[in-house]
């Protein structure tokens, strides 16, 4: 069993352990909805987690979950949480602080899902991504998490994995933090309200000009934004 120092405490559910073991068996959730093709199946759904090392039944806890590259589809879950700095970083004691401090709950939970099936343009999710939904409410209401101090993450399959399921799922999230990624920019109208952080390059000729439709369109429909040359000096109004 490999051994990573910032990676040490996540745990990994998987039916399939490999050289790097499992923690416990997939997430197994039936009845899943396609909008692919309209049916409904079964599905089998590999993940990582990380609790705080003092976490406890009778605290309250916010949740991170960390939607994967498309690199990462169908890895082992140490290879996805291992395919980004992300989960490294909200596992530090920095994060853990930082959580604590700004929302004065007991901690950060980190998940990982491993997703197998890769998101396209076209607005449909595919089954698993149910799935992910439900594992999450699982999650939430098994480690005492606050329903309102849930947020999401991803990075390009991972960012329109996300972006997905957040219009599917409006009231999900707190808030999102998207990297180099994009989705169908009518459909994201339903986010003009959402607390969204979103980095992505100007050289990346399809996400950058979707991404950017996307914030003049919450902009014309009177949301705050904040753009600017620099990017660490960017402000909104409130």
Known sequence: RFVIPDIQGFRYYTDKPGDYGADGPAYVREHCFSQVDGKEYDESLAYALWLPEDYHEDGTYAMVTLQNPAAAAGTHPMEAVLQTRSPAVYASEWAQQLVKETHGVDGLIV????????????????????????????????????????????????????????????????????????????????????????????????????????????????????????????????
């Open 111 to 238: 998940l990982v899902p491993v997703i197998t099936e890769r998101v396209d343009d076209n607005g449909c999710t595919p089954a698993e991504y149910e799935a992910v939904v439900h594992l999450w409410d699982e999650i939430i209401q098994t480690y005492h998490v606050d329903p309102n101090l849930v947020y999401g993450t991803g990075q390009s399959q991972g960012c329109m994995t996300n972006i997905a399921l957040s219009d599917r799922y409006p009231d999900l999230f707190a808030a999102q933090f998207l990297v180099a990624g994009q989705w169908n920019v009518e459909e994201m109208a339903a986010m003009k309200d959402k607390k969204l952080w979103i980095v992505v390059c100007e050289g990346d000729g399809k996400a950058y000009p979707e991404m950017s439709a996307a914030v003049d369109l919450w902009e014309s429909l009177g949301a705050a934004v904040a753009r600017g040359d620099s990017f660490w000096k960017q402000h909104r109004e409130s």
